[in-house]
């Protein structure tokens, strides 16, 4: 409904907006939708807006939302009360600058009905017009001091959780360098919000300064390789060695960095910069370099204090790979077993689970390639003696035919050795070597399928040979013993195709979820009785089916004692265990979690209840790399 429908007559309509745009003091008319109807020319001058741009518009559209709920709520209460309204607010009009207005909003209704608030405006001219502008100062003052606060712990927060990403981060403890260093540059950018950041170190001569990683966020890409020199730019790495934070609000005029404009800022577009130099090993090493984009920027002691702890960990990555590479130097140029064993267990304290379960692949491998060798060796040797037996037999049987009454020796050596059982005996001991050792080569060929250190690529592989080598290790955990009926295996394999994948990770993952089914299990059976346990059977229950055109799905599930709703939310967090110290490092289930997640693009999901048993599925695509 138009406010022009209140004067019916054209020129009865004229004469009301002339007279109405002739006074002095802003009006208004709304609807019930809260919505301009009609405005004078007294209130566009001091909205600030034509009337074409207000008419069907709210206070939400030109006020803040905090002003616009105040008038919101007073215009309601005029609407559903029908009173008048008088009142004084506090407005901020178009130029930013605050007023107290006084106010007037009474209801009227048409001839159909529809209501509509008329509201007039008037300045308050204060007594005191000097205590206003103070208030208003006050004000201003107060606001602005509100608003640095909350970028200050903005800023604050966002620093703390780029800091908590890298301290908890397996990546910093990668054995690639550069894997390493892009997950600090990313963290450092989003938590500076700057465009660009750089890792630089020194050449080996320190003449030049090498770029090791570049990342840009716009594109969200790495890059590395530039070099510059040191001899170029004199007046930066001078200020490089006397300072460890260089915070530079406008590149082009600050005289440490005006020397980079021609070739290297201002072409990139770079305005501003903060760095910091990398101190290792009593010298300075390199530089973390920060560029803003666009405009200046004035940076806060809080970005650079942030800057500076970013350069510790971009340390501490430089310093694990110089110590890595001296200790495979060293690993190569010793030659003794007993001190390679040494090394192994030193470096092993200092490296996460992962390569832990790296390292027990790689023993597994070892042992199996070293037991398949001699029995190969005695498997392949069996047939041939069996062979070689029964042609003695042969033999003896020949002598005994044509010569029946042998000599008074032969006949008590005959006696002695029980020739006869000898030759029904001897070729069933035979038998069961051949068994025993095939069932040797059987178990080697599982523990060389569980490791599969040959697999460093995705590979298609048959994921039930993974899981069925997983439970051949684990078998000794899964047999019945004395006063105890064991853990039921139920196995429920569909038709599964080959899977891309990293196999040798996949089986530890399939290592990782069994193992704590099985110590869940056992957790729970410590407290039956041999009678409650045949009554109600240990088991483990694993399902695999195609779940659709592109993924499979592994279900792992077992009806041990379940998991609270508190601890499931932490499952896969890094160093979470429930387990008594010594018993568990609580990286299991989280790389667990990565190897899935982030190796193969899948999900792994946790659903549990307590009294009742845990469940794991696991989806992983068919093919990696597909999109």
């Known amino acids: 409904m138009a406010f022009s429908h209140f004067v019916p007559q054209q020129s009865s309509q004229t004469l009301l907006w ?8 802003p009006i208004f008319v709304k609807d019930r939708q809260h919505n301009w109807v009609f405005v004078n020319d007294a209130f566009c001058q001091f909205i600030g807006y034509e009337r074409t741009t207000l008419i069907g518009k709210s206070d939400y559209d030109f006020f803040c939302k905090t002003q616009a709920d105040v008038f919101w709520a ?9 009173v008048t309204d008088e009142n004084e607010e506090l407005i901020t009009d178009y130029q930013g600058k605050t007023q107290i207005i006084s106010t007037k909003k009474s209801l009227l209704s048409d001839e159909a009905g529809n209501s509509f608030l008329v509201g007039s405006i008037r300045l308050v001219v204060p007594q005191d017009q000097i205590e206003t502008t103070l208030l208003l100062q006050t004000i201003n003052k107060l606001e602005q001091e509100i608003n640095e606060r909350q970028q200050t712990e903005k800023r604050f927060r966002r620093h703390s959780n780029a800091l908590q990403q890298l301290v908890q981060s397996e990546k910093l403890q990668h054995d690639d360098f550069q894997i390493a260093i892009q997950y600090v540059t990313e963290v450092a950018s989003l938590g500076l919000e700057v465009g660009r950041v750089s890792v630089w170190l020194y050449t080996e001569n320190r003449s030049e300064i090498q770029c090791v990683d570049l990342y840009e966020q716009e594109y969200n890409r790495h890059s590395h390789g530039l070099e510059l020199s040191v001899y170029d730019f004199p007046q930066y790495f001078q200020a490089l060695k006397e300072e460890q934070i260089i ?6 005029t600050d005289a440490r960095t005006a020397e980079f404009s021609a070739t290297y800022t201002t072409p990139l ?3 501003a910069m903060l760095d910091a130099r990398i101190w290792s090993r ?4 390199g530089v973390v370099c920060c560029e803003h984009l666009i405009t200046p920027r004035q940076w806060t002691l809080e970005e650079q204090s942030f800057i500076g702890s970013i350069t510790d960990f971009v340390r501490l990555v430089v310093e694990s790979r110089d110590r890595k590479i001296a200790e495979a130097a060293l690993r190569q140029q010793t030659q003794q077993l007993e001190q390679t064993l040494k090394e192994l267990k030193r470096t092993q304290s200092q490296i996460i689970q992962s390569e832990k379960m790296s390292s027990l692949g790689q023993l597994v491998a070892g042992v199996a390639h070293e037991i398949n ?3 190969n060796f005695i498997y392949g040797n069996i047939n041939p003696a069996i062979n070689y037996v029964h042609d003695l037999f042969k033999l003896v049987n020949l002598y005994q035919e044509n010569y029946p009454y042998p000599v008074e020796v032969i006949r008590e050596e005959i006696d002695s050795i029980d020739l006869d059982f000898l030759m029904s005996d001897l070729p069933k001991l035979l038998s069961s070597l051949k068994i025993g050792a095939d069932r040797i080569r059987q178990i080697v060929l599982s523990l060389r399928n569980f490791s599969r250190l040959d697999e460093a690529e995705y590979k298609a592989v048959n994921l039930h040979e993974g899981i069925d080598s997983t439970l051949l290790i684990l078998e000794n955990r899964l047999k019945a013993k004395p006063n105890y009926p064991g853990i039921k295996v139920i196995k429920d394999y569909g038709k599964l195709p080959l899977v891309e994948c990293y196999a040798g990770q996949l089986n530890q993952v399939f290592m990782n979820i069994l193992t704590n089914a099985i110590d869940a299990i056992e957790e729970r059976d410590a407290q039956r009785t041999l009678k409650e346990m045949q009554a109600t059977p240990s088991r483990i229950r694993i399902d695999t089916a195609v779940e659709n055109e592109t993924q499979i799905a592994i279900k792992i599930a077992d009806n041990g004692l379940g998991i609270p709703e508190d601890i499931q939310k932490r499952i896969f967090d890094p160093f979470f265990t429930t387990k008594p110290i010594g018993k568990g490092t609580g990286m299991g289930m989280s790389i667990s979690y990565q190897i899935i997640t982030e190796n193969h693009h899948g999900t792994l999901e946790c659903i549990s209840s307590v009294g009742k048993g845990t469940e794991f599925i696991i989806m992983i695509p068919l093919k990696q790399g597909e999109d």
């Not at 002339?18 to 003091?25: A, M």
């Not at 007073?74 to 029908?82: A, I």
């Open 373 to 375: 060798n001699p029995v």
């Open 247 to 252: 915070a530079v609000t406008d590149v082009h």
């Open 74 to 82: 007073r215009d309601e209460l005029v609407f559903t009360t029908g």
């Open 282 to 285: 009593g010298e300075v090493i």
């Open 18 to 25: 002339s007279v109405l745009n002739s006074i002095t003091d």
């Open 269 to 271: 577009g770079i305005t």
